[in-house]
Nanobody, 121 residues
Framework: VQLVESGGGLVQPGGSLRLSCAASGFTFTVYHMSWYRQAPGKERELVAVITSGLGGTRYADFVKGRFTISRNNAKNTVYLQMNSLKPEDTAVYSC???????????????WGQGTQVTVSS
């Protein structure tokens, strides 16, 4: 199983970045996919979720209207389009895959290594 993030970097305030997370080794289409972030000295926090199936989305209040999560099931990839970036968006962004409930009653969950996003002038 692999989740490989890309697209991070240094951007000025007000700029945009598009993160990608390429998945392999599991049935991507049935997994809910999420982006999390962790800033230095802070707890990891959920940024956005996109469900399997209909692809419903949910966002943290601090990114609503600025970030958009999407998925391409044909490419086993989830994206995070980030617009109007702010210095407080600086963090390591990681993608997460969460399975449906399995026969055992448990779920599988996988994490990528993360990609650094730095918003600074």
């Amino acid at each position: 199983v692999q989740l490989v993030e890309s697209g991070g970097g240094l951007v000025q305030p007000g700029g945009s970045l598009r993160l990608s997370c390429a998945a392999s080794g599991f049935t991507f289409t049935v997994y809910h996919m999420s982006w999390y972030r962790q800033a230095p000295g802070k707890e990891r926090e959920l940024v956005a979720v996109i469900t399997s199936g209909l692809g419903g989305t949910r966002y943290a209040d601090f990114v609503k209207g600025r970030f958009t999560i999407s998925r391409n099931n044909a490419k086993n990839t989830v994206y995070l389009q980030m617009n109007s970036l702010k210095p407080e968006d600086t963090a390591v962004y990681s993608c997460n895959a969460l399975s449906p409930v399995l026969g055992s009653g448990q779920r599988n969950t996988y994490w990528g290594q993360g990609t650094q996003v730095t918003v600074s002038s």
